[in-house]
């Protein structure tokens, strides 16, 4: 039995042993050979940018462990690369300020001299300047050919305080505008305030004027006199007014920059500060702030930074996906420990599968976070089979899931107390997702939650053979489109969970061709728009038990998955007046129980929490006058409650997920049969 140490001030030609002579490289680890019951241990508060590949199994009571030493944050697998901010030079872009350009097809002329005069309205603007470019449009009718172009603050009427002269082609006072064609004058230096409207002049011997439309806010004046009056502050004449204006745009180049840099490759992701930048589909979407673009015929990466500061200076940094395919793969090797190792940001291609990959058995992953990848920050894959996830924390994959179990013979893995959730809005996936087979697995003691809108469930399971997997004694809370989701499987667990929906959530629990799913003495609460259980499609073999809903709308039946439905011994409370559904038809309490034959030992009345509008969860304890003490069935009650008390309690089952006990809501979660308390109740 050894112990290896790895500390980024190491070296690789040193014998690993001790601290003082410690490896330096996780490629030093990947390329040893070690034995059961050794120890590989990362130095605390050290971050290292490569992929640890697990070389060897360990055996049964005799597990490899790859872990942390000293004090501090947990070591770092980094799956990313540094941009270096010197690196990156400013790309300035024209900015629009005003664009008026392309409102309205209708146009009128008759080739006549004429000035025009077009107030153009503070809203439309929308930054300031120090200098501008004018753009005009002809009609697709006729050219225009201009003699004198000026630019100004608004006063009154069709006044200016002064006026700017407006050039062309380097220096021209006039331009001639083919029909249908947008020209760009000089750059010429005006201070221009957004909160100001503006007056554009022209002066034109040829009028074919595009017209704008009246609801954009622009006014136009016209006078036919021959005199150019595009130079004049205050006109003096009597000018016609019209229901449209000239098409305009008022930019102001070099308002906008972003920064650029050489990329070969694609790095689907960019971070700052830790931080998802978004991606951009067209290099104009790096003028935005926060946003970022990868041109591929230059190999150019653009980016903004969040808060539009240079990037050569502002102190920030930008990381890009690193050609690593995960920060940890176990190799297909089995009895491992990995622990207190961090594992984040990885991802160049959606060909990985981001922060940890576990293929193997019999190991266990503990005590770390994995966060902010491009895919998923753990996934048990084809093959992965019992093993045990514990006390991790996962969060923010953004094109895939955080937890990820997956695959032919992913089997009887657990993970549990551990906390699995999207933050940001960039990261749109379910926060867990079971699939591709996947079958006996257990997800227990977790929080599971999102914290933005997005049309995708909490939790999806789905695929045909990807059966009788377990949610249970989970605090699932957040998301909009549902909780739960399980399409086309078979014999799906869903019990002794807590689960608050948000206000805007479409559905609760959401079985579609799923059949044989348990759902069993679980606590919803909240306001779905739709239903808090909906059997879609041929969702057969339900079984609804022991459950307060505390919820707008109830339960939804489709008529081909009435078969084997087992709805009784529920709790409903805080719906209208018809908050069930059975074969498309909205039923009462009363005429649901005669028309579907079911909830015959249910009750339609008040839970009596503790403290439901507390946010402490142990505001859903049940009261001492609560009618859902005792009225549950022992006949397939959840073996636990959420918290872990054993069922039955004291010879009875409560309806909902927290039995009644006569002990206060500061124990622990856990085994309540053992001397161990391992979790603090949340």
Same mark, same amino acid.
């Given at each position: 039995?050894?112990?290896?140490?790895?500390?980024?001030?190491?070296?690789?030609?040193?014998?690993?042993?001790?601290?003082?002579?410690?490896?330096?490289?996780?490629?030093?680890?990947?390329?040893?050979?070690?034995?059961?019951?050794?120890?590989?241990?990362?130095?605390?508060?050290?971050?290292?940018?490569?992929?640890?590949?697990?070389?060897?199994?360990?055996?049964?009571?005799?597990?490899?462990?790859?872990?942390?030493?000293?004090?501090?944050?947990?070591?770092i697998i980094n799956g990313s690369d540094i941009a270096p901010?010197?690196?990156?030079?400013?790309?300035?872009?024209?900015?629009?300020?005003?664009?008026?350009?392309?409102?309205?097809?209708?146009?009128?002329?008759?080739?006549?001299?004429?000035?025009?005069?077009?107030?153009?309205?503070?809203?439309?603007?929308?930054?300031?300047?120090?200098?501008?470019?004018?753009?005009?449009?002809?009609?697709?009718?006729?050219?225009?050919?201009?003699?004198?172009?000026?630019?100004?603050?608004?006063?009154?009427?069709?006044?200016?305080?002064?006026?700017?002269?407006?050039?062309?082609?380097?220096?021209?006072?006039?331009?001639?505008?083919?029909?249908?064609?947008?020209?760009?004058?000089?750059?010429?230096?005006?201070?221009?305030?957004?909160?100001?409207?503006?007056?554009?002049?022209?002066?034109?011997?040829?009028?074919?004027?595009?017209?704008?439309?009246?609801?954009?806010?622009?006014?136009?004046?016209?006078?036919?006199?021959?005199?150019?009056?595009?130079?004049?502050?205050?006109?003096?004449?009597?000018?016609?007014?019209?229901?449209?204006?000239?098409?305009?745009?008022?930019?102001?180049?070099?308002?906008?920059?972003?920064?650029?840099?050489?990329?070969?490759?694609?790095?689907?992701?960019?971070?700052?500060?830790?931080?998802?930048?978004?991606?951009?589909?067209?290099?104009?979407?790096?003028?935005?702030?926060?946003?970022?673009?990868?041109?591929?015929?230059?190999?150019?990466?653009?980016?903004?930074?969040?808060?539009?500061?240079?990037?050569?200076?502002?102190?920030?940094?930008?990381?890009?996906?690193?050609?690593?395919?995960?920060?940890?793969?176990?190799?297909?090797?089995?009895?491992?420990?990995?622990?207190?190792?961090?594992?984040?940001?990885?991802?160049?291609?959606?060909?990985?599968?981001?922060?940890?990959?576990?293929?193997?058995?019999?190991?266990?992953?503990?005590d770390l976070t994995a966060s902010q990848h491009?895919?998923?920050?753990?996934?048990?894959?084809?093959?992965?089979?019992?093993?045990?996830?514990?006390?991790?924390?996962?969060?923010?994959?953004? /094109? #895939?899931?955080?937890?990820? %179990?997956?695959? !032919? $013979?992913?089997?009887?893995? &657990?993970?549990?107390? +551990?906390?699995?959730?999207?933050?940001?809005?960039?990261?749109?996936?379910?926060?867990?997702?079971?699939?591709?087979?996947?079958?006996?697995?257990?997800?227990?003691?977790?929080?599971?939650?999102?914290?933005?809108?997005?049309?995708?469930?909490?939790?999806?399971?789905?695929?045909?053979?990807?059966?009788?997997?377990?949610?249970?004694?989970?605090?699932?809370?957040?998301?909009?489109?549902?909780?739960?989701?399980?399409?086309?499987?078979?014999?799906?667990?869903?019990?002794?969970?807590?689960?608050?929906?948000?206000?805007?959530?479409?559905?609760?629990?959401?079985?579609?061709?799923?059949?044989?799913?348990?759902?069993?003495?679980?606590?919803?609460?909240?306001?779905?728009?739709?239903?808090?259980?909906?059997?879609?499609?041929?969702?057969?073999? /339900? #079984?609804?038990?022991?459950? %307060?809903?505390? !919820? $707008?709308?109830?339960?939804? &039946?489709?008529?081909? +998955?009435?078969?084997?439905?087992?709805?009784?011994?529920?709790?409903?409370?805080?719906?209208?007046?018809?908050?069930?559904?059975?074969?498309?038809?909205?039923?009462?309490?009363?005429?649901?129980?005669?028309?579907?034959?079911?909830?015959?030992?249910?009750?339609?009345?008040?839970?009596?929490?503790?403290?439901?509008?507390?946010?402490?969860?142990?505001?859903?304890?049940?009261?001492?006058?609560?009618?859902?003490?005792?009225?549950?069935?022992?006949?397939?009650?959840?073996?636990?409650?959420?918290?872990?008390?054993?069922?039955?309690?004291?010879?009875?089952?409560?309806?909902?997920?927290?039995?009644?006990?006569?002990?206060?809501?500061?124990?622990?979660?856990?085994?309540?049969?053992?001397?161990?308390?391992?979790?603090?109740?949340?």
């Open positions: 039995m050894s112990t290896y140490y790895v500390d980024t001030a190491g070296s690789d030609g040193a014998t690993g042993l001790s601290e003082v002579a410690a490896w330096a490289t996780v490629a030093k680890v990947n390329a040893s050979t070690f034995l059961p019951d050794d120890s590989i241990l990362f130095k605390r508060g050290c971050t290292w940018r490569e992929m640890l590949l697990v070389p060897s199994s360990g055996t049964d009571g005799s597990p490899i462990t790859f872990g942390a030493y000293s004090s501090g944050a947990n070591p901010n010197a690196e990156f030079s400013e790309y300035p872009f024209p900015d629009y300020i005003c664009d008026n350009l392309n409102v309205g097809t209708n146009s009128t002329g008759d080739g006549a001299t004429r000035n025009y005069r077009e107030i153009i309205p503070a809203s439309l603007i929308t930054a300031s300047a120090t200098s501008v470019k004018i753009q005009l449009r002809a009609a697709p009718t006729g050219s225009w050919v201009i003699a004198g172009v000026g630019i100004g603050v608004h006063t009154t009427g069709p006044n200016a305080e002064s006026m700017t002269r407006v050039t062309w082609s380097g220096g021209s006072n006039g331009v001639t505008i083919p029909a249908d064609t947008t020209v760009t004058s000089d750059e010429i230096t005006f201070a221009l305030d957004e909160t100001k409207a503006l007056v554009v002049a022209v002066y034109m011997t040829s009028r074919y004027v595009r017209q704008s439309a009246q609801d954009s806010g622009v006014l136009l004046y016209s006078n036919s006199t021959a005199a150019d009056h595009s130079q004049i502050a205050e006109p003096g004449y009597t000018s016609s007014t019209f229901p449209y204006g000239m098409t305009t745009g008022i930019i102001g180049n070099g308002l906008v920059s972003c920064y650029s840099r050489a990329q070969t490759v694609d790095p689907y992701e960019i971070w700052e500060d830790g931080t998802f930048l978004q991606r951009g589909t067209a290099l104009a979407d790096a003028a935005t702030a926060g946003k970022w673009y990868w041109d591929d015929p230059t190999n150019t990466l653009y980016v903004r930074a969040s808060d539009a500061s240079a990037i050569p200076s502002n102190g920030k940094v930008y990381e890009v996906g690193g050609a690593r395919t995960e920060c940890i793969q176990d190799g297909a090797k089995d009895w491992l420990i990995i622990e207190s190792i961090d594992c984040i940001r990885s991802g160049q291609s959606d060909a990985n599968l981001g922060g940890i990959l576990i293929e193997g058995s019999h190991s266990i992953v503990r491009r895919r998923h920050c753990l996934t048990l894959y084809m093959g992965a089979a019992n093993n045990l996830v514990d006390n991790v924390v996962l969060y923010d994959s953004e /094109a #895939t899931s955080p937890l990820s %179990i997956y695959g !032919t $013979g992913t089997t009887a893995n &657990v993970v549990q107390d +551990s906390t699995i959730y999207q933050l940001t809005a960039l990261c749109t996936a379910n926060p867990v997702v079971i699939h591709g087979t996947a079958h006996d697995n257990v997800i227990q003691d977790c929080e599971i939650y999102r914290t933005y809108v997005g049309l995708v469930p909490l939790v999806y399971i789905y695929d045909a053979g990807t059966d009788r997997n377990i949610i249970q004694r989970c605090y699932i809370h957040g998301g909009y489109d549902c909780v739960l989701m399980t399409h086309t499987t078979d014999g799906t667990i869903f019990r002794s969970n807590l689960v608050l929906t948000a206000a805007t959530i479409t559905i609760a629990l959401r079985m579609l061709n799923a059949i044989n799913t348990e759902i069993i003495n679980n606590t919803l609460y909240g306001t779905p728009v739709y239903d808090a259980v909906r059997l879609e499609g041929t969702s057969t073999g /339900a #079984t609804i038990k022991n459950n %307060i809903f505390y !919820t $707008g709308r109830y339960v939804d &039946v489709a008529a081909a +998955s009435a078969a084997g439905l087992g709805c009784d011994y529920n709790c409903y409370y805080s719906a209208g007046a018809t908050p069930f559904r059975w074969a498309g038809t909205a039923y009462s309490y009363a005429d649901w129980k005669t028309q579907s034959g079911q909830d015959a030992h249910s009750v339609n009345s008040d839970p009596l929490f503790v403290n439901a509008s507390s946010s402490a969860t142990t505001g859903f304890r049940l009261g001492r006058a609560s009618p859902c003490r005792g009225a549950g069935t022992t006949t397939g009650a959840a073996p636990t409650d959420y918290v872990g008390v054993v069922l039955p309690y004291d010879g009875s089952v409560d309806i909902g997920c927290m039995q009644w006990t006569w002990w206060p809501t500061t124990l622990r979660r856990g085994d309540f049969a053992s001397t161990t308390l391992r979790r603090t109740m949340r």
